[in-house]
């Protein structure tokens, strides 16, 4: 028997195996997950859309800012001047080539109440600790803005390390404190909107909000996209969500002043991850976490995110539900965790069988077929035609949500350079989905044994769902971040000349190819 007569038994025979019921039963599955995830971003994108149709008509009755707020008299002076003060806290790690925009972008908020911004790092060795002072002394007379210097975190994860020592040192007549990553684009009416919605509604325990990724192009930056946008849905309800993103909090300064339900305590005692704690903290006091429809936020991946930092990131993603504060927290970590990897391996076997069917038909077609081979060959055609079908539907409605929230940032940032779908390419969209949804149950599995995670050059070790050991090499961790791409380490007292040059350089690179997003 030749090696293609071997691979012909094995193809049908597969396809036979793939026509069982048990297989039509994984299959029909795959579809179902499939058009799920269509409906959820359909129902996203309705909620988006509404937003921009509510902005075109206040727009149409002569609101210019609607932007800014709905209401052009929530603009007068006599209403601005009440407004609380807002201390916004970003824990800065390294410099790439989107801090200098997004810094910019976060620091020339529109909203008119006071506002103070603390810039938190690790130690004055950070190549964002010159970069930022630069910014800032460029807006010294304009902005209430100071740099932190945090040091070593020994009990937490670095990032809620900065945090903490940014809400201590936070002005003590601010109501409001507003987390925010340094990776974040903010639009000039982000800040109010999410001030006005917790002024409406004191019982908000978190407002929050989520990005919209940008692909460079990479197979790693698709992944990243392809990643977060299931997620999307859970952030698109237009209130209340039981979902909470580390990106964009915003809570009230009493609750950390106070410790209100273990906020502080539960961060700094061994806390991994900011936005896990404090959703956990919310789910077991019964607190509201709402998500106002505009809190989407522009996301500019790095150009050159390669698949292995996209691994690095999709394992530090999975890491976190092996963190935990309660019993009843450590049971949801572990039911997200299994439900997780059976929709992800559930949602590409369909493919794999769909290949076989397909191979297999194609083989029968080249040699003759039997009646026998003709019915098989009906069945799995129709098997792999119904999987077609359920991905087409599945991407357009993927697209769609793209498209609005792209519309939807470009209302909420008229002075900025309009953002647009044509560098999507939606073949790697589809390849990224698949790749995915195949590495997230291996890199749960990773994570569950190995009970450590590099994170930006710091290995974390938890024990009983808590930080339990940190250690820290420049020589063994990664240079760079994962999204940003940002280098994480400068010599120290030097100000990094070449970051910010390379950065611009970079920066220039990218807005001069057509298919990119301007930086």
Known sequence: MSPFDSLDAFLISASTAFCSPLAIFVQIQGYVICLTLAIGWA?????????????????????SFAFLSHD??????????????????????????????????????????????????????????????????????????????????????QKIHNQLIGVERMHKDSKYVLFLDDDVRLHPGSIGALTAEMEKNPEIFIQTGYPLDLPSGSLG???????????????????KTFFLWGGCMMMHADDFRNDRHGVVSELRDGGYSDDMTLA??????KRLITSPPVAVFPHPLA?????SRYWNYLRKQTFVLESYTTKVNWIMNRALFSSH?????????????????????LRIHSKGHSLGDATLTSCGLSLAG?????????????????????????????????????????????????????????SAMR????????????????????????????????????????????????????????????SLTQWRQPKKFDV
């Open 221 to 239: 930056s698709y992944c990243i996209y392809e990643y977060h946008m299931p997620c999307s849905m859970g952030f698109a309800t237009g209130g």
């Open 72 to 157: 052009i008299n929530d603009l007068e002076h006599s209403n601005q001047v009440s407004l609380p003060r807002v201390t916004v806290v970003m824990p800065l790690k390294g410099f790439g080539e989107h801090n200098l925009h997004n810094w910019r972008s976060q620091i020339t908020s529109l909203y008119g109440g006071p506002l103070e911004f603390h810039f938190v790092v690790e130690s004055t060795e950070d190549p964002a600790y010159h970069a930022i002072n630069r910014l800032l002394a460029d807006y010294e007379d304009d902005v209430d803005a100071k740099v932190i210097v945090a040091g070593l975190s020994t009990t937490c994860s």
């Open 280 to 285: 956990a903290i919310a789910g077991a006091h």
């Open 341 to 361: 990897c059976y929709l992800s391996w559930g949602f590409v076997a369909p493919y794999i069988m769909a290949v076989v069917h397909v191979a297999a038909a």
């Open 386 to 442: 119904c999987l077609a079908i359920c991905t087409f539907v599945e991407l357009l409605s993927m697209w769609n949500l793209t498209r609005i929230e792209v519309r939807l940032c470009n209302f909420l940032s008229p002075e900025a350079p309009p953002l647009s779908l044509a560098s999507y390419n939606w073949c790697l969209v589809f390849i990224a989905m698949l790749v995915d949804n195949f590495l997230y149950p291996i």
């Open 43 to 63: 129902f996203a994108a309705y909620v988006r859309s509404r937003e921009i149709r509510w902005m075109k008509a206040h727009m149409k009755d002569g609101n």
């Open 447 to 506: 994570s569950h044994f190995s009970q450590s995670i590099n994170w930006s050059g710091i290995r974390y070790h938890l024990r009983d769902g808590k930080i339990s050991k940190i250690v820290r090499s420049k020589d063994k961790g990664p240079k760079f971040t994962d999204l940003g791409g940002k280098r994480l380490y400068g010599k120290k007292g030097a100000q990094p000349k070449a970051s910010i040059l390379g950065s611009l350089s970079r």
């Open 303 to 307: 150009s050159d995110l390669s698949f």
